[in-house]
């Protein structure tokens, strides 16, 4: 289901609320209801809606004391604000739009132009969102910037696929590589840049070189370890002022086409999904190795599995597993276990058009990646 545009109600009138939220309610809003502005604050802290309509006359803290204590707070002050009021003074008036206010409303407005209102704001806010969204896309594309692959690598013996969507479409944070060593040996990089939008898009690039240096200097060095090459990374990182405050995660499996084997080792990441076809079973593959930089030593450590032919590997991001209730974000691993099952015999092109996937692509709230491996014969 498409995801609901958020509005934060706040009014001292409990009736006022209750009417205005029924209505919005009706027009496909999800609404927050606070009963004062100390109220809408502690809101606020727990999720971020689309735009906030206030009241202007509220005890302990009016409308305008409201708006200025968001203002000062660079995580809310960009959230779109229209008062409410049932007074009608241009001095008011003046001095809410002064407060940065997208609108004025009268409660004695009709409640279809109220909401008349804020969808023009919002769609007008949706249009310029897509405007930017598309030079911006250009430009990346000018540069030849990319967070995942634009081909798939060629390994003998194994069929590799991959899943992506970033959230509201802009480029973020998880990032995907295949690393083609040699025929034998192929790397694949799973990584995920704590954050949403160009901001982690940005600090993808940082890891993503750090990752492929680690890699070929350890090659060279006829270092095949995975643990080893994560401990490397991750000394760089930690000690790199510009990216050390950046948390990321990383899952690195190293493909061996000559042992028919797959060696993981994985910083913060979720575990991987292993399916054995020969029993059916589905397990999870763990590692406990802490998010990138967090620490001088991280802790890694290394697995390594045998896999016969039809066996599967799966490895994401927990935009995957994480949905929106009506109480908030919840992450659930088993969703994706759950959704996968039915399709573990058939092709991945397959579970691309699930259900499940159909339904990330529209209502995510998080980058989605989700990187399949499937054993073939050679």
């Given at each position: 289901?498409?995801?609901?545009?958020?509005?934060?109600?706040?009014?001292?009138?409990?009736i006022v609320l209750e009417m205005m939220g029924r209505a919005l309610s009706k027009e496909g809003f999800y609404c927050m209801k606070a009963i004062s502005a100390n109220a809408a604050m502690d809101m606020l802290k727990q999720e971020r809606p689309d735009i906030i309509l206030s009241d202007y006359h509220m005890p302990d803290m009016d409308g305008f004391m409201f708006r200025q204590k968001l203002i000062a707070m660079p995580a809310y002050k960009d959230i779109p604000f229209m008062f409410l009021t049932s007074e009608v003074d241009n001095d008011l008036m003046l001095e809410g739009i002064n407060l940065e206010a997208v609108d004025y409303i009268l409660k004695d407005t009709p409640l279809p132009v109220v909401v008349s209102k804020?969808?023009?704001?919002?769609?007008?806010?949706?249009e310029e969102h897509e405007r930017t969204l598309k030079e911006l896309s250009v430009a990346a594309m000018a540069l030849?910037?990319?967070?995942?692959?634009?081909?798939?690598?060629?390994?003998?013996?194994?069929?590799?696929?991959?899943?992506?969507?970033?959230?509201?479409?802009?480029?973020?944070?998880?990032?995907?590589?295949?690393?083609?060593?040699?025929?034998?040996?192929?790397?694949?990089?799973?990584?995920?840049?704590?954050?949403?939008?160009?901001?982690?898009?940005?600090f993808s690039f940082g890891f993503l070189s750090y990752i492929r240096a680690a890699v070929r200097i350890c090659i060279s060095e006829g270092n095949f370890s995975?643990?080893?090459?994560?401990?490397?990374?991750?000394?760089?990182?930690?000690?790199?002022?510009?990216?050390?405050?950046?948390?990321?995660?990383?899952?690195?499996?190293?493909?061996?086409?000559?042992?028919?084997?797959?060696t993981y080792s994985g910083a913060g990441d979720l575990p991987l999904l292993y399916?054995?076809?020969?029993?059916?079973?589905?397990?999870?593959?763990?590692?406990?190795?802490?998010?990138?930089?967090?620490?001088?030593?991280?802790?890694?450590?290394?697995?390594t599995l045998k896999l016969t032919n039809g066996d599967r590997l799966f490895a994401f991001t927990d935009g995957i597993i994480d949905f929106e209730t009506e109480k908030g974000k919840k992450t659930d691993y088993e969703t994706f276990t759950t959704a996968v099952t039915p399709f573990l015999t058939q092709s991945f092109a397959s579970f691309k058009q699930s259900g499940f996937l159909k339904e990330k692509a529209t209502a995510h709230i998080d980058d989605c990646s989700l990187i399949y491996l499937q054993k073939t014969s050679s």
């Open positions: 289901m498409p995801v609901l545009k958020k509005i934060l109600l706040v009014d001292d009138n409990p804020i969808n023009n704001f919002l769609n007008s806010v949706r030849n910037l990319h967070s995942v692959p634009q081909t798939l690598p060629a390994v003998n013996g194994f069929e590799i696929d991959f899943w992506h969507k970033s959230f509201q479409n802009y480029p973020g944070g998880d990032f995907i590589d295949f690393i083609t060593i040699d025929e034998r040996h192929t790397f694949v990089v799973l990584g995920d840049v704590m954050g949403k939008k160009w901001g982690a898009w940005y995975t643990k080893s090459i994560l401990q490397k990374i991750n000394a760089v990182v930690y000690h790199d002022p510009v990216v050390n405050d950046v948390l990321s995660s990383l899952s690195l499996i190293m493909i061996d086409t000559a042992a028919s084997a797959i399916f054995n076809h020969a029993d059916g079973s589905l397990t999870q593959i763990r590692s406990g190795g802490m998010l990138l930089g967090l620490m001088p030593d991280g802790d890694f450590d290394e697995v």
